[in-house]
């Protein structure tokens, strides 16, 4: 996945009932669409569109499903952050994150565990 992948607030909202309530119909989704959100058929389809040609659902003979997860759309988000604005590079990036804070002995913590996990290859996903 190269393309940096962004939502409007309107596609975000659909696309969070979506991963809600997924599998489900387009009839469906316009209806919740409609509950939830007050939107009309029109902009339910035309936002549902706009999220499946970005490659994150699918809309198959009024069949929707998910592509890509919530987790997955905001890992790549956050790994394209980091190529973009730190070059790629994690601990300047963890550096400007911090901002001259100390970490809590939990966090530090929790950061040694993920990268004893990467580093060893123990990690699921």
Known sequence: ??????????????????????????PDLVTLA?????????????????????????????NVTILLTQDELIAHQSRRYVEDTFGGSLP?????????KKLTPTQAAELRRLIDEHEKGDVNG
């Not at 596609?11 to 009932?17: C, D, N, Y």
């Not at 300047?92 to 001259?100: L, Q």
């Open 92 to 100: 300047k990036f963890i550096t400007s994150f911090f901002g001259g």
């Open 34 to 62: 409609e509950r939830e959100m007050d939107w009309k058929k029109s902009t339910t389809y035309t936002v549902l569109k706009k999220l499946c040609d970005k490659g994150i659902f699918k809309n198959d003979h009024a």
């Open 1 to 26: 996945m190269a393309k940096n992948i962004y939502l409007t607030t309107a596609e975000e909202k659909l696309a969070h009932l979506i991963w809600r309530h997924a599998p489900l119909t387009s």
